[in-house]
């Protein structure tokens, strides 16, 4: 038999590719998020939806540890998979869903709606503007991005507006959850 000139007998001179450990809970976690998400949409009962919303959550916290931030997991498992989704379930079987009611045609619930989107539109740019600098800080291993005393630091002393700006917008929130809850 003849070998070729580039190919060598020796295995473990192989370039293979194993998948790691991290690798495979990185692709099951993103593959429960997006599965999760997408029973969130397509379920009918809305109960349902909260729930598949919660294992999103437990799913995207998952993420959140592989990423070395283990106290944005907890902030996310604690806030959002606990107190906010005890919260939308209580509106949820609070409010009588059986009754075909018509949709509400108010100007200031349309008005409340276009300045809640316009508050998340600014939160979303004032946070998204130096992602290119703290992106080199990630690949190139510097810099102690998601320790919790510069995650305090950087929240209260650079995001300032943007964290006063999403206060009002769960306060709008809850304003509007309040005139929904109302008959």
């Known amino acids: 038999m003849k070998k070729r000139k580039n190919q060598s007998p020796d295995i473990t001179k192989r370039t293979t590719t194993i998948m790691g450990i991290t690798q495979m809970l990185f692709w099951f976690l993103t593959v429960m998020a997006l599965g999760s998400a997408l ?18 959550f437990f799913s995207i916290s998952g993420h959140y540890v592989l990423l070395n931030a283990q106290f944005l997991a907890i902030v996310n498992i604690i806030v959002y998979a606990g107190a906010i989704m005890v919260l939308f379930l209580f509106v949820v079987m609070m409010m009588n869903l059986n009754d075909i009611s018509s949709p509400l045609k108010n100007k200031w619930l349309k008005f409340a ?54 206060s ?6 809850m304003v509007g959850a309040v005139v929904i809850g109302k008959k």
């Open 113 to 166: 709606g276009v300045i809640s989107g316009c508050s998340l539109l600014l939160v979303l740019i004032a946070a998204l503007k130096d992602t290119g600098t703290m992106q080199q800080e990630v690949l190139l291993n510097t810099g102690k991005i998601g320790l919790i005393n510069n995650l305090g630091t950087v929240l209260f002393k650079d995001y300032v507006l943007p964290f006063e700006i999403s």
């Open 39 to 56: 029973m969130v949409v397509f379920s009918k009962n809305p109960v349902h939806s909260i729930l598949w919303l919660i294992v999103t």
């Open 168 to 173: 009002v917008l769960f306060l709008s929130a």
